[in-house]
């Protein structure tokens, strides 16, 4: 028998601006893996990322971690319950260091040891980060916001992780290096529900993934599977 999912999103409906955005939407993360969601511009990915981690209430359906409903809670709720959201943008404290970015990443956690195992955790995964920690996060380059920002998102220790377009403008040699973390992530108790315009990747990194259009799940199966198939080939592999 399968493991029962980390998240489990059924029939889930959410407007945006008053507009309907997401139509009846199901998807289902296992823990330890990496699930992508690919769309093309406007087919809902991002409004699906606000839902799930409470930036957007959702008009129905369910939403629910390791059997816990979740939908219509507060975000800083849902963090709590241990899922973290790093959106599109990065959106770090510009005129803080690396570490004090860190440090508010960290602010669930109750004591000064947890701080450092998660801070640990964090320079393995991004050595860079340790190199730059007294440093203004404002004056990294992209690819190295992007890396603070994901792991701000990680001091928390979450359960699952929400990526939205983590290597959006991120130089090549960089993009590689957070591939190559985001990996890692599953055997460090972490899965992840990732969304990326590099569709090759993602569904070679991800065992299984998700095709939203016009905010409807038109297709979905195994990473590699989906990768052959001939709706992705043509309108996101240009195939």
């Not at 508010?104 to 995964?125: C, K, M, P, Q, T």
């Not at 380059?141 to 998102?153: C, K, T, V, Y």
């Not at 001091?155 to 993009?175: C, F, K």
């Not at 529900?193 to 095709?211: D, P």
């Amino acid at each position: 028998m399968s493991a029962p999912p980390l998240l489990d999103v059924s029939g889930l409906t959410a407007r945006y601006d008053g507009a309907p955005v997401l139509h009846d939407v199901a998807i289902a993360v296992q823990p330890g893996s990496i699930t992508a969601v690919i769309g093309a511009n406007g087919a809902g990915k991002t409004t699906l990322l606000r839902a799930l981690s409470g930036l957007v209430r959702p008009s129905g359906g369910s939403i629910r971690l390791e059997g816990i409903e979740i939908s219509g809670r507060r975000a800083h709720g849902i963090v709590r319950l241990g899922v973290a959201h790093v959106p599109e943008g990065r959106h770090i404290f510009a005129r803080l260091s690396v570490a004090e970015n860190l440090r508010l990443g960290g602010y669930v956690l109750r004591d000064n040891a947890s701080l450092e195992r998660s801070r640990s955790i964090v320079f393995d995964l991004f050595p860079l980060l340790r190199e730059r920690a007294g440093q203004r996060a404002g004056t990294l380059s992209g690819g190295e916001q992007q890396m603070l920002a994901i792991g701000r998102a990680l001091m928390s220790r979450p359960r699952l992780l929400l990526l939205d377009e983590p290597t959006l403008g991120i130089a090549p040699l960089l993009v590689a290096r957070l591939f190559d973390a985001i990996v890692r992530l599953p055997s460090l108790g972490t899965a992840v529900l990732l969304v990326e315009q590099n569709v090759r990747v993602a569904l070679e990194i991800a065992s299984t993934g998700h095709v939203l259009q016009t905010g409807r799940v038109v297709l979905q199966g195994p990473g590699q599977e989906l990768l052959g198939s001939d709706l992705v080939r043509k309108a996101y592999l240009g195939i």
